[in-house]
Nanobody
Framework: QVHLVESGGGLVQPGGSLRLSCAAS????????MGWYRQAPGSSRELVEA???????DYAGSVKGRFTISSDNAKNTVYMQMNSLKPEDTAVYYC??????????????WGEGTLVTVSS
């Protein structure tokens, strides 16, 4: 099993910044990719940014130029720096990982989510 723990959410004013972190632990053989999704009230969960073990990234157009994802493969940790935050960025942010457990079984894993609120 792979366990994901997120941190870094909170309340921030429009134009402000936050940094989210997500650390994976457990019986991990390898992690192929990690990323962040978000879900606003009344909306479906959507991809924000993701990064593969090789460093390739994917992101939503709405965060281009404002959010930056990075990872520390040695620590099985992914980060997302969020700048120029807007009220529409308000959502619960979920960490996601596609990983192989120690028994070589693949799995899609999720954290419990961290709330980001952008409001004055």
């Amino acid at each position: 099993q792979v366990h994901l723990v997120e941190s870094g959410g909170g309340l921030v004013q429009p134009g402000g910044s936050l940094r989210l972190s997500c650390a994976a632990s457990g019986k991990i053989f390898s992690i192929n990719s990690m990323g962040w999704y978000r879900q606003a009230p009344g909306s479906s969960r959507e991809l924000v940014e993701a990064i593969t073990i090789g460093g390739s990234t994917d992101y939503a157009g709405s965060v281009k130029g404002r959010f930056t994802i990075s990872s520390d493969n040695a620590k099985n940790t992914v980060y997302m720096q969020m700048n120029s935050l807007k009220p529409e960025d308000t959502a619960v942010y979920y960490c996601n990982a596609w990983a192989y457990g120690s028994d070589l079984s693949p799995g899609d894993y999720w954290g419990e989510g961290t709330l980001v609120t952008v409001s004055s």
